[in-house]
């Protein structure tokens, strides 16, 4: 799968079905070139795992809990608010 392929999906919240929108970066570790998590924009008061641009969320790869053909479904703990 590209980074293109991922941009077109949704990512939603398998806890209440919340759309927290799309992917629009990676986030890789340098020494292993594993992906660490998927940028998605536009999501703020979502999750405490922030990236450098506070106007976008890094989703752990760990929170992913599938990647179906149009969606990409996160756990619960990804689509939290900060400090509950």
């Known amino acids: 799968?590209?980074?293109?392929?991922l941009r077109k999906k949704d990512v939603v919240c398998i806890g209440d079905g919340r759309l927290l929108g799309r992917v629009?970066?990676?986030e890789?570790?340098?020494?292993?070139?594993?992906?660490?998590a998927l940028i998605v924009p536009?999501?703020?008061g979502m999750s405490c795992l922030f990236h450098?641009?506070?106007n976008v969320?890094?989703?752990a790869w760990?929170?992913?809990a599938c990647i179906g053909d149009d969606?990409?479904?996160v756990s619960q703990s990804a689509c939290r608010p900060c400090g509950k």
């Open 62 to 64: 760990a929170q992913i």
């Open 52 to 54: 450098a641009d506070r």
């Open 28 to 36: 890789f570790d340098a020494a292993s070139g594993q992906v660490r």
């Open 24 to 26: 629009s970066d990676l």
């Open 1 to 5: 799968m590209t980074l293109c392929e």
């Open 71 to 73: 969606v990409i479904l």
């Open 57 to 59: 969320v890094a989703i």
């Open 42 to 44: 536009g999501a703020s």
